[in-house]
């Protein structure tokens, strides 16, 4: 999962130290005049509302978004405009999404709380009578002069939510919620009188990664009756074209051992060296857009593994050739990678990603033990034997259950994770898993920069009815992004997954996991000590160094510079991807050092680093 599109946020935060609490009565005051200063019995007349705009993310240009929503139940139906990708979405009882002719629900518990809560205020069902049980508390605020009732809301089957009054308008200034990606605070301003209905034509949202989403409105407009189909999903349009089975080889980027499946692809015609990334989507780097002379256009901030986001654009693709699986007029994001990825060694460097999209369309089989993969329609025969696990979806990808050290979750799988095991923050804090903690490191990260790394060994990891021992797991230490978000307990990579044969069934909602020759072997740890990085083609940089490690014995320390590698220059297209047979295995080899104006050649002893399982 090198990189996703960013979805609304939200959270609770906690009271000020002034808060003073509402009694019942004062809750039910609160709402009253809350509602008349939404507009009482005008408002209550209103079935539906129609509203356009534009939207800015960050420092972004401009985009368009426009949609209905019913005011009755909160369900509705937006078309969002970033350059030239128009992406549909709504919530019906069930949020979807339709892109690329791709019309996808999002299934994953945690996931559909948030919406359902998003579903409530939109609908301000917490004016509404059979709805009062959802306002559990309330408590005085004073926040930059400003005096608000705060009501806290728990929708049932929803997250928690704060709604901000102000005690001297009464309007909805603030909301602050809690959902499965963090803390989020939307506020409200620019308040009109359209039809009656004093609305708030301008908001301002700050996700848990600090992107700023300003929304303006230029029209809105309310109705009496909603039109008969306004909120339907439009068709699932399949653009997939597969003549005969295809198998198609892939290399992975990192040296002896299972990384990203790197693999060639055609688009508009040309040539493309891509990862396919069954945690990712279309998506290429801005170099290669250029080289292929696509125009792009838009602006959204994209989240990944790390806590940062950073701003994206789209492309339009004609025409995609994977192996013969063909796909048609394709959305493209279009944003930077770290360079450690886009150059991860010598002859392999992915100037993206394709996976999503092709799940959606094609049954996608990786067989990793045979260093291919293979693509058939759905209803063509499925390979034998294995265990089938149903999953549940984000609206993309695909989280199945598994169990470490007894705890049961949903993982993603991700095939654009070249490491192994790695646990979300909140899935490990709340079953108190690893207290003794491990390793530290700083990784290298993707889309949304470095992140700092505890790895452990876990007693047992449980998948499709197989137990792997003494499995190395990494613990991200983060505030924001993937590894923060709640209801997920974590990532599988190629460490995990390649010791299968996956049959992904996306019509299904099925993976089938077969073993196969890799079931048995070694996890692979790391027995240096060091955490580099790469930012150009000279050189790696060391970011972190492990105490009483190899790399500390060598004298090495963050901020030198390696340019040399068992007597090989970094220039000549090393990647850090060629380091794992050195750095995972127990013959010594040299490194020369640069430090300061300092350079000096050592050799580095490996030995085991990792921990006993706790």
Same mark, same amino acid.
């Given at each position: 999962?090198?990189?996703?599109?960013?979805?609304?946020?939200?959270?609770?935060?906690?009271?000020?130290?002034?808060?003073?609490?509402?009694?019942?009565?004062?809750?039910?005051?609160?709402? @009253?005049?809350?509602?008349?200063?939404?507009?009482?019995?005008?408002?209550?007349?209103?079935?539906?509302?129609?509203?356009?705009?534009?939207?800015?993310?960050?420092?972004?240009?401009?985009?368009?978004?426009?949609?209905?929503?019913?005011?009755?139940?909160?369900?509705?139906?937006?078309?969002?405009?970033?350059?030239?990708?128009?992406?549909?979405?709504?919530?019906?009882?069930?949020?979807?999404?339709?892109?690329?002719?791709?019309?996808?629900?999002?299934?994953?518990?945690?996931?559909?709380?948030?919406?359902?809560?998003?579903?409530?205020?939109?609908?301000?069902?917490?004016?509404?009578?059979?709805?009062?049980?959802?306002?559990?508390?309330?408590?005085?605020?004073?926040?930059?002069?400003?005096?608000?009732?705060?009501?806290? @809301? #728990?929708?049932?089957?929803?997250?928690?939510?704060?709604?901000?009054?102000?005690?001297?308008?009464?309007?909805?200034?603030?909301?602050?919620?809690?959902?499965?990606?963090?803390?989020?605070?939307?506020?409200?301003?620019?308040?009109?009188?359209?039809?009656?209905?004093?609305?708030?034509?301008?908001?301002?949202?700050?996700?848990?990664?600090?992107?700023?989403?300003?929304?303006?409105?230029?029209?809105?407009?309310?109705?009496?009756?909603?039109?008969?189909?306004?909120?339907?999903?439009?068709?699932?349009?399949?653009?997939?074209?597969?003549?005969?089975?295809?198998?198609?080889?892939?290399?992975?980027?990192?040296?002896?051992?299972?990384?990203?499946?790197?693999?060639?692809?055609?688009?508009?015609?040309?040539?493309?060296?891509?990862?396919?990334?069954?945690?990712?989507?279309?998506?290429?780097?801005?170099?290669?857009? #250029?080289?292929?002379?696509?125009?792009?256009?838009?602006?959204?901030?994209?989240?990944?593994?790390?806590?940062?986001?950073?701003?994206?654009?789209?492309?339009?693709?004609?025409?995609?050739?994977?192996?013969?699986?063909?796909?048609?007029?394709?959305?493209?994001?279009?944003?930077?990678?770290?360079?450690?990825?886009?150059?991860?060694?010598?002859?392999?460097?992915?100037?993206?990603?394709?996976?999503?999209?092709?799940?959606?369309?094609?049954?996608?089989? @990786?067989?990793?033990?045979?260093?291919?993969?293979?693509?058939?329609?759905?209803?063509?025969?499925?390979?034998?034997?294995?265990?089938?696990?149903?999953?549940?979806?984000?609206?993309?990808?695909?989280?199945?259950?598994?169990?470490?050290?007894?705890?049961?979750?949903?993982?993603?799988?991700?095939?654009?994770?070249?490491?192994?095991?790695?646990?979300?923050?909140?899935?490990?804090?709340?079953?108190?898993?690893?207290?003794?903690?491990?390793?530290?490191?700083?990784?290298?990260?993707?889309?949304?920069?470095?992140?700092?790394?505890?790895?452990?060994?876990?007693?047992?990891?449980?998948?499709?009815?197989?137990?792997?021992?003494?499995?190395?797991?990494?613990?991200?230490?983060?505030?924001?992004?993937?590894?923060?978000?709640?209801?997920?307990?974590?990532?599988?990579?190629?460490?995990?997954?390649?010791?299968?044969?996956?049959?992904?069934?996306?019509?299904?909602?099925? @993976?089938?996991?077969?073993?196969?020759?890799?079931?048995?072997?070694?996890?692979?740890?790391?027995?240096?000590?060091?955490?580099?990085?790469?930012?150009?083609?000279?050189?790696?940089?060391?970011?972190?160094?492990?105490?009483?490690?190899?790399?500390?014995?060598?004298?090495?320390?963050?901020?030198?510079?390696?340019?040399?590698?068992?007597?090989?220059?970094?220039?000549?297209?090393?990647?850090?991807?060629?380091?794992?047979?050195?750095?995972?295995?127990?013959?010594?080899?040299?490194?020369?050092?640069?430090?300061?104006?300092?350079?000096?050649?050592?050799?580095?002893?490996?030995?085991?680093?990792?921990?006993?399982?706790?």
């Amino acid at each position: 999962m090198l990189a996703s599109i960013a979805g609304t946020a939200a959270g609770q935060g906690p009271p000020n130290s002034g808060a003073s609490l509402l009694d019942s009565a004062r809750i039910d005051a609160v709402l @009253v005049a809350a509602h008349a200063a939404a507009g009482g019995a005008q408002l209550d007349r209103f079935a539906a509302v129609t509203q356009s705009g534009s939207f800015v993310q960050g420092s972004g240009p401009s985009n368009q978004v426009s949609g209905v929503t019913n005011l009755r139940n909160g369900y509705s139906k937006a078309s969002v405009v970033v350059g030239p990708a128009t992406i549909l979405q709504g919530y019906d009882g069930a949020q979807w999404t339709e892109q690329n002719g791709i019309l996808s629900i999002v299934s994953l518990p945690s996931m559909v709380a948030d919406v359902v809560t998003q579903a409530y205020l939109a609908g301000n069902a917490f004016f509404r009578p059979d709805e009062r049980a959802t306002v559990v508390s309330g408590r005085v605020e004073t926040s930059a002069g400003r005096t608000a009732d705060v009501l806290h @809301v #728990e929708p049932q089957g929803g997250s928690p939510a704060d709604l901000f009054f102000d005690a001297a308008t009464h309007r909805l200034v603030q909301v602050v919620a809690q959902t499965a990606v963090g803390l989020d605070t939307t506020t409200n301003s620019n308040f009109q009188t359209i039809q009656g209905v004093p609305t708030a034509m301008r908001s301002v949202e700050v996700n848990s990664a600090g992107t700023t989403t300003t929304t303006t409105l230029t029209s809105v407009r309310y109705a009496t009756t909603l039109e008969p189909g306004a909120l339907a999903r439009p068709p699932y349009v399949s653009t997939g074209e597969l003549s005969a089975p295809a198998s198609v080889p892939f290399v992975s980027d990192v040296l002896g051992m299972p990384g990203h499946l790197v693999v060639p692809v055609t688009l508009d015609g040309k040539q493309a060296t891509l990862i396919f990334d069954s945690g990712g989507q279309n998506f290429l780097i801005p170099a290669a857009a #250029e080289r292929l002379g696509l125009k792009t256009g838009g602006g959204v901030a994209t989240g990944g593994v790390g806590a940062k986001e950073q701003m994206t654009s789209y492309a339009m693709v004609s025409s995609v050739d994977f192996g013969g699986g063909g796909l048609t007029h394709q959305n493209f994001i279009v944003t930077a990678l770290p360079y450690a990825i886009e150059h991860p060694r010598k002859g392999v460097s992915p100037e993206g990603l394709i996976g999503f999209e092709y799940l959606e369309n094609f049954r996608v089989i @990786v067989r990793y033990s045979e260093g291919r993969m293979e693509l058939a329609r759905f209803d063509a025969p499925a390979p034998r034997g294995g265990v089938a696990l149903p999953f549940k979806s984000d609206g993309q990808h695909a989280y199945v259950l598994a169990t470490v050290d007894g705890v049961t979750g949903y993982f993603l799988l991700d095939t654009g994770n070249s490491g192994g095991l790695a646990l979300n923050q909140p899935f490990v804090e709340e079953h108190h898993l690893f207290p003794n903690g491990g390793l530290h490191y700083t990784s290298p990260g993707g889309v949304g920069g470095r992140i700092a790394v505890t790895v452990a060994a876990s007693k047992t990891f449980q998948l499709a009815g197989l137990t792997f021992n003494d499995v190395p797991v990494g613990l991200p230490q983060v505030k924001a992004g993937f590894f923060a978000i709640h209801g997920i307990a974590g990532n599988l990579g190629a460490g995990i997954l390649s010791r299968f044969t996956l049959v992904f069934d996306f019509k299904a909602q099925t @993976v089938t996991f077969i073993p196969n020759a890799n079931e048995t072997a070694k996890f692979p740890s790391d027995h240096v000590g060091l955490s580099l990085d790469q930012d150009g083609p000279d050189a790696f940089d060391v970011i972190d160094v492990v105490p009483a490690s190899p790399a500390t014995d060598a004298g090495i320390v963050v901020g030198d510079r390696v340019t040399a590698i068992g007597g090989t220059a970094v220039s000549s297209g090393l990647g850090l991807g060629d380091l794992a047979p050195l750095t995972t295995g127990d013959r010594p080899f040299t490194a020369t050092v640069v430090h300061g104006t300092t350079s000096k050649t050592v050799t580095i002893a490996p030995r085991a680093l990792l921990p006993p399982a706790q």
